[in-house]
């Protein structure tokens, strides 16, 4: 039995829904690269993608929106020292490929870089750490839209406080080609899904909400009823019991972070301050720090495109480098940053295969794929039970930070007054403020139970909007600042 090379698979997927539609070959893209090199730019390279979307909808009890999408295009960068030319176009043909070109090989009319053309293409390698195939079809429509209605009956079954319950099923095939001007061509397809649910409870007149959700790069089918309703299982048993929460109180107390999803705020205090691009431009707190102690002894922080089937996970960046585990923090001291392209070679350092986009029309950064803090060696039940007064924070909402100064804000949408290592009763509007690297500083213990969040995280940067991933054992820091209404 012959074993086809999954890159093979994919750039066969890619040409036959990229360059077969629009009469284009390796050829073509070579001469749209070769018009570039004219000029001498340090780097150039051409993005094609086609990414199919659909998403449904439930509120009170019916299914008010179902949409499908098919957007596709090309994207067109040349690079000179820190500069960047870029045309797009959201029509894919060989016209359109030339005068982008042309006109991005502007930047370049000056003089210039010294990258020139390879004579020939040649295949990126891949590793596998998902499927290709089309998650939307996994399902019919019939079947989607009876999964939401079975979401809606199992969540008014489980408590009659439940008075509005809200579902969304969303699913993408996207297929993304990158040609460099180095030579390089590569081909990822990425499915992706998600399953959204939130209800709101209501007792004596006053209201909460509850939400959970989840996804990754499977087919649809994954989310069998199962699996549903455990997360209509979550949505319910968080607005319950937010409706027993008392106010938090406010000052300065150790608060303990859940396993999982409180891992976005290690994500956005401390991740996007360890992006090249922020620490190439010295705007980050962690710029030249490099084999500095940043963190406290036994914190160790890597980002980890690889893991398989996660909603952060990547075959390859979208500039064609091999996603890997790069290991950011090790026993807290500090080992590098995330790179793409442009900033690794600024910085006279390799990619670490984190360039990423939005789209066809928007240029790569260096960003995130999942973030996770690694295991300790306690038992999370003891590091409950060591809190004499104290927050104990399960779960997040939304939050912000300062990349300038790690300064951050996050809500915690299910947390619990500690006192004499018992959870006395949970509470409500906690909000903890603090600075992300001296954060890092102030932990004193790491459970050994690490574990990744369910597959809802979108990251934003500079207007672009990626999928990602984050993960933490449960943490004791000290000294948090926790903003409450008692």
Avoid at 76 to 88: D, L
Avoid at 355 to 374: D, K, Q, V, W, Y
Wanted: hydrophobic letters at 40%; one cysteine or more.
């Amino acid at each position: 039995m012959n074993v086809i090379d999954p890159m093979v698979q994919r750039l066969a997927v890619a040409q036959s829904a990229l360059l077969e539609p629009a009469g284009l070959k390796q050829s073509d893209l070579a001469r749209a690269l070769g018009c570039m090199a004219e000029h001498r730019v340090d780097d150039a390279d051409l993005y094609f993608q086609y990414t199919r979307s659909e998403a449904w909808s439930l509120d009170e009890g019916i299914v008010k929106s179902g949409s499908f999408s098919i957007d596709q295009g090309l994207g067109v960068r040349a690079v000179q020292g820190e500069k960047s030319a870029f045309s797009y176009s959201d029509g894919i043909s060989e016209s359109i490929l030339m005068d982008a070109a042309r006109a991005t090989r502007s930047i370049a009319r000056q003089g210039g870089g010294q990258a020139k053309l390879k004579p020939k293409m040649k295949r990126a390698k891949i590793a596998q750490h998902y499927g290709f195939a089309d998650p939307i079809a996994a399902m019919t429509a019939d079947d989607k839209v009876a999964l939401l209605h079975k979401i809606e009956a199992y969540a008014r079954g489980r408590d009659s406080r439940i008075r509005q319950v809200m579902a969304s099923l969303a699913a993408e095939w996207d297929v993304m080609m990158v040609a460099r001007l180095d030579g390089t061509m590569a081909a990822d397809v990425r499915p992706l899904i998600r399953l959204s649910v939130s209800v709101i409870v209501e007792q004596k007149g006053r209201r909460e909400q509850g939400y959970s959700g989840g996804g990754g790069r499977f087919n649809l089918d994954y989310f069998t009823e199962a699996q549903a309703y455990a997360h209509v299982d979550k949505a319910v048993d968080q607005a319950l019991l937010n409706l027993e929460a008392r106010p938090a109180p406010a000052g300065q107390m150790t608060v303990v972070l859940g396993s999982g999803w409180p891992g976005i705020l290690l994500h956005e205090a401390v991740g996007h301050g360890l992006e090249g691009d922020f620490n190439r431009k010295g705007s980050s707190v962690f710029s030249g720090r490099i084999g500095e102690r940043v963190a406290a002894k036994g914190v160790t922080v890597v980002d980890d495109g690889t893991i398989a089937d996660r909603r952060g996970s990547l075959n390859i960046d979208d500039e064609g480098e091999q996603t890997r585990r790069t290991v950011l923090i090790e026993d807290g001291i500090l080992k590098g940053y995330l790179q793409d392209r442009l900033n690794a070679r600024l910085m006279k350092v390799a990619p670490t295969g984190n360039g990423r986009r939005e789209s066809f029309a928007h240029l790569p950064m260096p960003r995130m794929t999942n973030t996770i803090m690694l295991n300790g060696d306690k038992d999370p039940e003891e590091i409950i039970a060591s809190i004499d007064r104290g927050i104990y924070a399960v779960n997040f909402g939304g939050g912000q930070v300062d990349i300038t100064n790690g300064k951050f804000v996050f809500g915690a949408s299910e947390a619990w007054w500690v006192e004499k290592g018992k959870k006395r009763y949970p509470v409500k509007g906690a909000t903890l403020i603090g600075n992300g690297p001296e954060a890092l500083t102030r932990v004193t213990m790491i459970g050994n139970d690490m574990k990744l969040d369910p597959g809802v995280g979108t990251c934003g940067k500079d207007g672009q909007s990626v999928p990602v991933g984050v993960g933490q054992p449960t943490l004791r820091i000290e000294g948090l600042t926790v903003g409450g209404t008692a």
